[in-house]
């Protein structure tokens, strides 16, 4: 008996499987590898190779490993990229989410946690977001997540399907695997430090302090352990609200993060500001209050420590981005 974790072989999904893997509670890994690592996943969690679109594949791994529990991680996750290929976001962001959730139908399974975005909320009014602000997505990628939280709801009106999605915000720093994709903040500037060129910040008229991108970050080991804590909350038929979300309540510029990685890394390179990219919102910050009454979660690391794990994850593996997306179980767009 145990959970199956689709994506479970990239960045963030690699975190979520060490912590589950942790707690004792069996698991099974679904992905198809195309941007995922073998090497990212433990050697003693099994591994299944396959697209989460394929609903015989997923009844298959459910029936072999006597899956009754989800964590539904793989997506095409990037806000900017999914403007430029909307179908390919649709395609495997809702069609792939209704096929696992055909499947755990097929297969009678009824807990799923889903990995929702802070995308949904497109550009908020209010200072700090909660639960209950509007869904305003800006994006195929937020739309898509919308999306599938619609089909979870629906899905529960119908099967009793007990569920939550967790609305993380911007996900970084490393625990146990590097974040390689080329489209998030992080890998970005530490690349350009790494190859002695100039980091680029897009866009620094936004209406904010310094006039760059304010989000709220969050360390990879945070979300990863708010995963786990709704795993197992639903495994023990605690009911859990429909959303929460994963942030830290406190908002940083791509300036300041800039800067922290100056003052880390000892590489004194001035950014260079080049265009904004579509899709991009200019504050979002979100509050927690409801995480950490049900999940009884609490954001443990700061700035500075997810830029020093970064850093030094980045630095110790040698890796380099990857040619799309990190988050396993996609297929990039050709």
Not at 76 to 94: C, D, I, R, W
Not at 186 to 210: C, K, N, S
Request: proline share 6%; with cysteine; net charge negative.
């Amino acid at each position: 008996m145990g959970w199956l974790v689709t994506g479970g072989a990239g960045y963030i999904g690699a975190h979520v499987v060490h912590a589950l893997a942790r707690t004792g509670i069996g698991l099974v890994v679904v992905d198809d590898l195309s941007s995922g690592r073998v090497e990212f996943v433990p050697g003693d969690v099994a591994l299944e190779v396959g697209d989460i679109r394929d609903v015989d594949l997923l009844r298959r791994v459910i029936r072999r490993h006597r899956v009754d529990g989800v964590i539904h991680l793989a997506a095409f996750k990037y806000a900017g990229a999914s403007v430029e290929h909307p179908l390919h976001t649709y395609e495997q962001n809702v069609v792939g989410t209704a096929a696992l959730l055909a499947a755990m139908t097929q297969e009678g399974v009824d807990a799923l946690v889903f990995s929702s975005s802070c995308a949904v909320y497109g550009t908020p009014d209010e200072e700090l977001v909660g639960e209950d602000t509007p869904v305003r997505p800006e994006s195929p990628y937020g739309r898509s997540k919308v999306v599938g939280e619609w089909l979870l709801r629906d899905q529960a009106r119908a099967t009793g399907l007990r569920h939550t999605s967790l609305r993380f915000f911007n996900v970084v720093g490393s625990q146990v695997v590097p974040d390689t994709s080329p489209h998030n903040l992080f890998p970005l500037v530490m690349d350009a430090l790494e190859q002695g060129r100039p980091p680029l910040i897009f866009g620094d008229d936004y209406p904010t302090p310094d006039g760059t991108c304010v989000r709220d970050y969050v360390h990879v080991a945070d979300i990863a352990a708010a995963h786990v804590a709704a795993a197992v909350a639903l495994a023990a038929g605690r009911g859990l609200d429909p959303v929460y979300n994963l942030g830290s309540g406190t908002g940083v510029s791509v300036k300041e993060i800039v800067a922290e990685f100056r003052r880390v890394t000892g590489v004194d390179i001035e950014p260079v500001t080049v265009a904004r990219r579509p899709g991009d919102p200019a504050r979002v910050v979100a509050s927690n209050e409801r995480a950490v009454r049900d999940l009884d979660w609490q954001v443990r690391h700061g700035l500075a420590d997810m830029v020093r794990s970064a850093w030094s994850c980045r630095t110790a593996s040698g890796t380099t981005p990857t040619p799309l997306d990190e988050v396993s179980g996609t297929t990039p767009p050709g």
